[in-house]
């Protein structure tokens, strides 16, 4: 006879309680949403559990230096034009030090 959805629900926390398992949240925006779904296009993996969980222990086997560009925080670089310079220039009075 076939398990309740009572009954399935009760093996299934038996067995997180079992293993330890933790339950991570974590909330994105759409384009780190589509960051990884492009991720898992392009190795197809149909979870996103199985994706990030890949993602996780792929960089942890790399090390610690391996995996500092991994674990970077991307960083936009902000390039000031010389017009922009001497617009600022003139609009930012000079401070003590000048």
């Known amino acids: ?3 309740t959805a009572r009954e399935r629900s009760a093996l299934a ?3 997180r309680e079992i293993y330890a398992e ?5 909330r994105v925006r759409p384009g780190i949403e589509k960051m990884l779904a492009d991720l898992m296009i392009w190795h197809q993996v149909d979870e996103q559990n199985e994706a990030i ?7 942890h086997s790399l090390g610690p ?3 500092t560009d991994a674990m970077r925080t991307p960083r936009h670089e902000i ?3 010389k ?6 220039d003139a609009f930012i009075p000079p401070t003590e030090d000048d």
């Open 22 to 26: 933790k339950e991570l949240r974590h």
């Open 79 to 81: 390039t000031v034009s």
């Open 13 to 15: 926390a038996a067995k």
């Open 65 to 67: 230096e391996g995996s």
């Open 1 to 3: 006879m076939a398990m």
């Open 53 to 59: 969980q890949n993602l996780i222990l792929n960089a």
């Open 83 to 88: 017009r922009v310079a001497e617009l600022l």
